[in-house]
């Protein structure tokens, strides 16, 4: 990659691939040959913008490696927690430049109920068990199934 890479948004800064890049996983090269690897910097660049946009992981440009690599890469470093300790390297790093109150901490939620969700005691709907059957045939009659036409049939 020849371009300038200090001025694309979706790339990572090199002052934090450097701090980044001994969190990662290392990987040897494959005895049983195959494909090598992609960069991990352009792999985490990829996850990155994935992550960043919102969209899907087949969507991601092809500059970062296909979709479902990104994802596999994604998913080992998640089990792997690689996300963690880079929120915990992060966390520590800001303490160190503008420092954290960690000993004064708050917790927000939402502690109501959902605006759709209906009244706590609503009346239960009168035909909730017919939701099946409720169109009946011109005819106005079931049918049983081809073979029970004079045994008693149970209907869905």
Known sequence: MSRDRSFCVWRLPDAMWERMAPLLPKYGVSRLGGRPRL?????????????????QWKAAPREYGSGST???????????????RLWKASLLEYDELKGIEWEWQSMDGAMTKSPLGGEKNRQKPDRSGQVGRQALRADRRTRCPIGRRHQRCQHA
């Open 39 to 55: 960069p991990l910097r352009q792999i985490a660049e990829g996850i990155f913008y994935v992550l960043r946009t919102g969209c």
């Open 70 to 84: 990104l994802h596999s890469y994604f998913q080992e470093w998640t089990q792997l927690g690689v996300f963690r």
